[in-house]
């Protein structure tokens, strides 16, 4: 689980995910033109949840999580909730990983 005060931690800007993305791979350029045509297009800044949650899971070390337990209507199950995490690292990591695939 992570709480939207702690993914919101993630945010990624157009002219930083263009100057990385676009014009190196038809992936690339197709999220660069994805978050254009979006109905919100013209946001400069999206926080990227599930990236940040990938992130967390990945790498323990980037985040801090507790265990906690879920009230009785959601199972009194026990789950894992972020509480920090180290959004520029998540966020490096996953422009370094896509450019590295795009070299393939």
Same mark, same amino acid.
């Given at each position: 689980v992570m709480?939207? !005060?702690v993914g919101r931690e993630? =945010? $990624?800007t157009f002219a %930083?995910? %263009?100057a990385a993305l676009g014009g190196t791979h038809p992936l690339g350029d197709? /999220?660069?033109e994805r978050w254009a045509d979006h109905l919100?297009?013209?946001r400069k800044r999206r926080a990227i949840w599930d990236v940040a949650l990938i992130g967390a899971m990945l790498h323990p070390e980037w985040s801090e999580s507790v265990t906690i337990t879920t009230s009785k209507d959601f199972g009194n199950r026990e =789950? !894992?909730?972020y509480s920090a995490i180290d959004a520029d690292a998540i966020k490096a990591e996953f422009f %370094? @990983? /896509?450019t @590295?695939? $795009?070299k393939q």
């Open positions: 709480p939207n !005060t993630m =945010v $990624f %930083e995910t %263009e197709y /999220l660069v919100d297009g013209s =789950v !894992t909730c %370094e @990983a /896509l @590295a695939y $795009f």
